[in-house]
């Protein structure tokens, strides 16, 4: 599993903020171009699903709004405050054109199963 996390610093303001560009979150990644020749393993065993995203909708980190998307045992859910919705695999690639990914991420699969 690892997370991918899309802010920024500015070290004039001494602030974080999220970068303002529009991101295409793949739902799935094959990072078997990129393994060491000592990797050991089959050809899927580089190969990671979108797995939750975090999403921030704001001007700045210090005032906004978070809400996610996560596949649970039941599948694809929304979390936003209180609520629990069901989903699907577009809403955690997109929820809406306010929103922004703050955080993404993605779980490792093998021979077809988590590993």
């Known amino acids: 599993m690892f997370f991918i996390q899309r802010t920024k610093y500015d070290m004039v303001e001494y602030k974080a903020f999220l970068k303002d560009s529009n991101v295409n979150l793949p739902l799935w990644l094959d990072l078997n171009r990129y393994k060491h020749s000592s990797f050991e393993g089959g050809p899927e065993k580089l190969r990671y699903k979108l797995w939750s995203t975090i999403y921030y909708e704001g001007e700045d980190l210090q005032s906004g709004h978070y ?15 209180g609520s629990v919705q069901a989903a699907n695999a577009s809403h ?7 929103s922004r990914p703050y955080l993404v991420t993605y779980k490792r699969f093998g021979q077809g199963k988590v590993v």
């Open 67 to 81: 809400h996610g998307v996560y596949v649970g045992p039941k599948g694809p859910r929304r979390i936003n405050d």
């Open 92 to 98: 955690l690639v997109n929820v809406s054109t306010k």
